[in-house]
């Protein structure tokens, strides 16, 4: 079911419980105010909102230096000009200084459509994890983001959170118990498992319907949070499937793909077919086109599985691929 | 300039605006507002101003212009199209699947597109780069940058200002596009430049300012620029976000992003006399 609010709208209301909860809370924009949904916490605290202009360096160290003061700065820009145009300030005035800023970063890879490709953010997840000391989190739903964005505030420490803005599939009704470090078994299954965030989780999701018709049982993970990411889950899944797709809006290099390969090699080596940007610049579009252009589709996801399932039947089949 | 000429320039412009809207009515949203307010530059410069050939994109010693506001390429495609670099129908391919035109410059994509541009505040040191090579070179191209106002808040702006006025860059002619609007309200409201005429003099720049919509003002404005010499120069260019597309206009700041209906469109090329614009 698509969800009634927008993502950003849910995120403005995060953002403004946000502040009533805690007078520490501050925000700083840079002029993606109005098109992130940020914009409306300025009428509630107009003393406690800022916005640098389109100087994201600048909004960057601006909330370091708030936040060495005492503060809890939320910084918001697009996935693209929150990662890689600010990865210095993140790894240094952020980071390596212990600053606990929450910084968002919203549509990211092919979610950028019609701004094409020079927004289309397929690195921002393997810029941000490989900075020690960030937690990366990414909403599917709107409740997602409600229960995680909350969560998020009250973890001590450097954020980045990536986000589509727009109207998305509701996967989750009120009664979902959230944790933040805590991956979600959305469906169990034995055959296979299918790793998702963000946007692909639905596309997961239908891929799993899809599997099911074909006798395939599926288990899904929603990885909201990539790092930490949470081994426990991925070990045991890997355990009990012996075969895992990765499911991500965003290249198949440093991202979601990476995370779950360093788990698995390490504690149950099984294979891990990649879902994802295989490498390549994005391009400008719309959200249906570009799942189709670069085959990130349910049927995309149905076939990897039957790579990964087969590579696992297939024991002389180790080194292939 | 005799009045033959300008009003060529004049039917011209007029034309870049009316495909510009057409192109992203056809998408049914998109940067109106920074694409009209540099139309009139845009068409000084490809029909009067830049050593270009339309039938040798890569010409050597071609005048460059580098968008570094990358958001208002739309504007420059109708330009390039109307100079014969790809057919005027190609235009309608904006923003659609497997498109040589997306929203912001691909250098790689576009007939015509000497750099690409998107990420705000990277162009101007993208010409600063190929003024340098220029006269390198030995060439005697000139570089033109189009910056925004909001974009100028960017550090890197600045830094590239540095190096141009570092190195005497006087082959280097940036326009900003001063219109005094960006995303999240007007320019002084959001972050303000303070005068951004004075600035660019203590960066050691010359500056000009000219009537971002006064075409024969424009003309002249370059020739003197261009005969400047030992410094890079800075026009700044007093213009209004949706000039020339009454609902735009009206929008003043939602102008920077709008959805743009087939009506609207309409309206719009009935206002610029389209019909009567094409049959002369
Ligand atoms: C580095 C970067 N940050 C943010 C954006 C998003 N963005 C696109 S246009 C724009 C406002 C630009 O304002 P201005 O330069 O005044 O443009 P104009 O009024 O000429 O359209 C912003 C913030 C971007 N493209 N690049
Ligand atoms: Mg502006």
């Known amino acids: ?321 | 300039m005799d009045t033959a000429q300008i009003e060529y320039l004049e039917e011209t412009a007029r034309k870049i605006r009316g495909l510009t809207l057409r192109a992203i009515g056809s998408v049914g949203s998109g940067h109106v507002g920074g694409c009209m307010s540099i139309v009139e530059l845009v068409t000084v410069l490809y029909f009067a101003a830049m050593n270009i050939d339309p039938s040798r994109p890569g010409m050597p010693g071609r005048d460059r212009l580098v968008l570094s506001k990358g958001h208002a390429g739309p504007t420059v495609y109708s330009a390039l199209a109307l100079k014969g670099y790809f057919p005027l129908s190609e235009l309608e391919t904006l923003n659609k699947p497997m498109t040589r035109l997306p929203s912001h410059c691909d250098m790689n994509k576009t007939p015509g597109i000497d750099m690409t541009a998107g990420s705000l505040g990277q162009g101007l040191s993208c010409a600063v780069g190929m003024a340098l090579a220029a006269r390198m070179n030995g060439g005697a191209e000139y570089i033109y940058a189009i910056i925004g106002d909001g974009e100028s808040q960017e550090g890197q702006i600045w830094e590239a200002g540095m190096a141009a006025a570092h190195y005497r860059l006087d082959n280097l002619i940036v326009f900003m596009d001063y219109n005094k609007l960006q995303i999240d309200g007007t320019v002084d409201e959001v972050m303000t430049l303070m005068d951004p005429v004075e600035k660019w003099k203590a960066f050691g720049f010359h500056v000009l300012e000219v009537d971002g919509h006064d075409l024969s003002s424009i003309v002249r404005t370059i020739q003197l620029a261009r005969n400047r010499k030992g410094k890079p120069v800075m026009i700044i260019l007093h213009t209004i976000k949706g000039r020339g597309i009454s609902f735009a206009e009206k929008a003043g700041v939602d102008s920077h992003s709008m959805k743009v209906s087939p009506e609207q469109v309409e309206t719009a090329m009935k206002e610029l006399g389209w019909d009567t614009l094409w049959n002369q």
């Open chain 1, 1 to 321: 079911m698509e969800s009634v609010k927008e993502m950003r709208q849910v995120l403005g209301d995060c953002i403004v419980d946000a502040m009533k909860k805690d007078s520490r809370v501050v925000l700083i924009d840079a002029d993606l105010g109005k098109p992130n949904g940020t914009f409306s916490a300025r009428a509630v605290f107009p003393g406690r909102c800022f916005d640098v202009g389109v100087a994201e360096q600048n909004m960057a160290a601006v909330a370091a230096g708030m936040a060495a003061y005492g503060q809890v700065p939320i910084i918001n820009t697009f996935a693209s000009f929150a990662t890689r145009r600010i990865c210095d300030q993140v790894a240094v005035s952020i980071c390596y200084a212990g600053r606990n800023v929450k910084i968002i970063g919203t549509d990211p890879g092919i979610a950028a459509e019609l701004n094409g490709g020079t927004h289309m953010a397929v690195e921002d997840i393997g810029v941000m994890r490989s900075i020690p000391n960030i937690l990366i989190f990414e909403p599917c739903d709107t409740v997602e983001l409600g229960k995680g964005f909350a969560a998020a505030m009250e973890y001590d420490g450097p954020v980045y959170m990536r986000m589509y803005r727009k109207k998305v599939e509701e996967l989750h009704d009120e009664s979902y118990v959230f944790g933040l470090l805590k991956a979600d078994v959305l469906k169990e299954g034995k055959d296979v498992t299918l790793v998702c965030s963000g946007i692909m989780v639905a596309e997961a999701v239908r891929a799993g319907l899809m599997l099911e018709e074909a006798g395939v049982e599926a288990e899904i993970i929603n990885i909201h949070t990539v790092k930490p990411v949470d081994e426990a889950a991925l070990a045991t899944s890997a355990r009990k499937t012996g075969a895992m797709v990765t499911c991500e809006n965003h290249n198949v290099l440093g991202g979601l793909r990476a995370a779950v390969a360093e788990v698995v090699t390490r504690r149950c080596p099984v294979p891990v077919i990649p879902v994802g940007i295989q490498n390549v610049n994005g391009e400008v579009g719309v959200l249906p086109y570009l799942l189709k252009r670069f085959q990130l589709t349910a049927s995309d996801i149905m076939q990897a599985a039957m790579v990964a399932m087969e590579m696992k039947n297939d024991r002389a089949c180790h080194c292939k691929n």
